[in-house]
């Protein structure tokens, strides 16, 4: 059989048996190499039936971190049971591995396409909101104010989602901050790489901070060290006087021995 030896489980001169388990070393195949995950049991019927229908579902296979594709394979096929603890079934996908970065015991993230929604609407999810109404999100009009919008949602993989119904393309949604918005509030739109510009880096030198802070800073950074400055200080004084003057008392006004 082909694949990658081990280490060696035995070292010369030790005794070996032939009812050993181990052996001297053991070969894992992993020319091609199987890939076990779980579904939640809800899209489990989406699963089927391709599969019964005699399709290969592709799977792809990405690092802890989701940053790069370890390999492509296809779908096998599906446990005979649900665990109920988790309300998961396992799968099962094999891929060929030619280039060897699946290893066994790896952890993966697997993806693995069920269908294909052409010209969908998508949104981030971070613009999905939850509540009495159901799933909804905060529309933008073209005078700056927000609106409740109720939408169903169709598919996601993880960072957007689909909507099925309820939005059309090139509407505007509210993605952070929507915790504090109100139907007809006023919003302002920010760009992310403005607002990443101007603010200041928390690498920045301490003595450059101290400078900026007697001597005025600019933009909002200024104004809130300027504001906090005079109250902090004028309060530590005014605690200094009275602390000075508490002190001072008892030893003008108190009991003084009388001269014998």
């Not at 104010?145 to 689909?162: E, M, Y």
């Not at 901050?177 to 690498?203: H, N, Q, Y």
């Not at 300027?226 to 109250?231: C, F, Q």
């Not at 309060?235 to 014998?260: F, I, K, L, T, V």
Request: proline share 7%.
């Amino acid at each position: 059989m082909s694949g990658r030896i081990g280490l060696r489980q035995v070292d010369p001169g030790n005794i070996v048996n032939t009812g050993d388990t181990n052996g001297i070393a053991l070969i894992t195949q992993i020319q091609p190499i199987a890939v076990m995950y779980t579904i939640p049991e809800d899209n489990l019927p989406s699963v089927l039936k391709k599969l019964n229908a005699g399709e290969k579902l592709p799977v792809q296979a990405w690092d802890r971190q989701v940053r790069n594709q370890l390999g492509d394979g296809t779908l096998l096929t599906t446990d005979n049971q649900i665990d109920t603890t988790t309300g998961t079934v396992k799968l099962k996908a094999v891929f060929p591995n030619e280039d060897g970065m699946l290893f066994p015991n790896q952890f993966v993230n697997v993806r693995t396409r069920v269908d294909t929604l052409r010209d969908a609407t998508v949104i981030p999810v971070a613009a999905i909101q939850r509540g009495q109404q159901g799933t909804f999100v905060y529309t933008v009009d073209e005078a700056s104010k927000v609106k409740v919008q109720v939408v169903t949602l169709g598919p996601g993989d993880g960072s957007r989602n689909a909507v099925l119904k309820g939005l059309e393309p090139g509407q505007r949604v509210v993605v952070d901050g929507a915790d504090r918005l109100k139907e007809g509030m006023t919003v302002e739109a920010v760009d992310p790489a403005a607002r990443a510009a101007a603010v200041v880096p928390a690498s920045q030198p301490r003595g450059r901070g101290r400078r900026n802070r007697d001597g005025g800073a600019s933009g909002a950074h200024a104004d809130a060290s300027g504001a906090a400055a005079p109250g902090a200080s004028g309060a530590a004084g005014e605690h200094r006087r009275h602390r000075d003057a508490g002190a001072s008392a008892p030893g003008a006004d108190g009991p003084r021995r009388q001269p014998q």
